[in-house]
């Protein structure tokens, strides 16, 4: 996707963090940004934003985990704007805490929003993004999908394990997609960001056997590890509209983003090693 000007974004998570830069960030360059987000009220504020700079904004309440609404939501936009061209598959949770006391309804709300989540954005849109391209001739065939996986994807890291295994499932889900979704002519990107400050870690689950002694000092530290980290979030959103002017595949973003996927390929038991680093549990 080479021209936003005049085109229609659809991006989950849009109320807070990389969803809301990245879709102030397609307003900016005159898209119509459709921003999603089980809150509501600040999908709202997003919405409202784009429409200040320049964009256009239009927010919507929808659960990423949830199949039928999700496909329900791809209707009506299709309805409403037709089919977007660039979806952005961004919302996300992470849970915190060792494998053990990460209990099973942990495991099903992560894996319902970072994975099934991706899933089933993708396939509503992408699904409408190869129908209409199979009408057009090759030259005018488009569509764009964009899913936020993590540097976490890379690297192993205790008491991160559900986040971890998520993250590097959209990874390899999303070079999946793009193999299988080109003969249709719809581009598929994954981004792997390390720490930057959003609200993730504030919106972050302690796993359900954590007490909660333990949860709210794991959760005063995972805050002030990224409040300290000072890696604004818009720099992740320009990095992601390159990726899509480019058409990357795999786009590692910041230095732990681009560690983790050197000492990945380079040095993987080095990795096993940073992977043991205490954890204040
Ligand atoms: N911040 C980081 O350091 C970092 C690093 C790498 C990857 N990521 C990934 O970036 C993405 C965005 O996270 P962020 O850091 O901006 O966090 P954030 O908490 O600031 O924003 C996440 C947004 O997703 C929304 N959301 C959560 N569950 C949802 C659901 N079921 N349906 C719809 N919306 C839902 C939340 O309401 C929130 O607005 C996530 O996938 C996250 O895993 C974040």
Redo the contacts with the bound molecule.
């Keep these: 996707m080479k021209e936003f000007r005049g085109g229609t974004a659809v991006v989950?998570?849009a109320?807070?963090?990389?969803?809301r830069v990245t879709s102030l960030a397609l307003a900016e360059r005159g898209m119509h940004v459709i921003a999603?987000?089980?809150?509501l009220e600040?999908a709202e504020r997003t919405a409202a934003r784009a429409g200040e700079l320049g964009g256009k904004g239009s927010a919507r309440w929808?659960?990423?985990?949830d199949a039928a609404a999700m496909e329900e939501f791809a209707a009506a936009v299709e309805e409403a704007h037709g089919v977007p061209d660039l979806v952005i598959n961004?919302?996300?949770?992470?849970v915190m805490g060792p494998f053990l006391e990460t209990g099973a309804e942990d495991w099903d709300e992560i894996i319902g929003?970072?994975l099934v989540?991706v899933v089933n954005g993708s396939r509503s849109f992408g699904r409408r993004m190869a129908e209409r391209n199979r009408s057009l001739p090759r030259a005018r065939r488009s569509g764009h999908i964009v899913n936020?996986a993590?540097?976490a994807s890379y690297q192993p890291v205790r008491s991160l394990s559900s986040y971890c295994a998520t993250k590097a499932a959209v990874r390899m889900l999303s070079e999946c997609m793009r193999a299988d979704l080109a003969r249709d002519g719809i581009k598929v990107s994954c981004i792997c960001?390390?720490?930057?400050g959003?609200?993730?870690a504030k919106?972050a689950r302690v796993a359900s056997g954590v007490s909660a002694e333990k949860a709210a000092k794991v959760r005063k530290w995972s805050e002030a590890g990224?409040r300290m980290r000072h890696y604004p979030?818009e720099k992740v959103a320009a990095r992601i509209i390159k990726a899509i002017e480019r058409d990357e595949a795999v786009v590692s973003i910041n230095l732990e983003g681009h560690l983790s996927h050197l000492v990945s390929r380079v040095s993987p038991s080095l990795g096993r090693l940073v992977a043991r680093v205490p954890a204040p549990f």
């Design positions: 989950t998570g109320a807070s963090g990389f969803g999603a987000d089980i809150d600040g929808v659960d990423v985990a961004n919302a996300g949770i992470a929003v970072n989540g936020i993590s540097a960001p390390g720490f930057s959003t609200n993730i919106n990224l979030p």
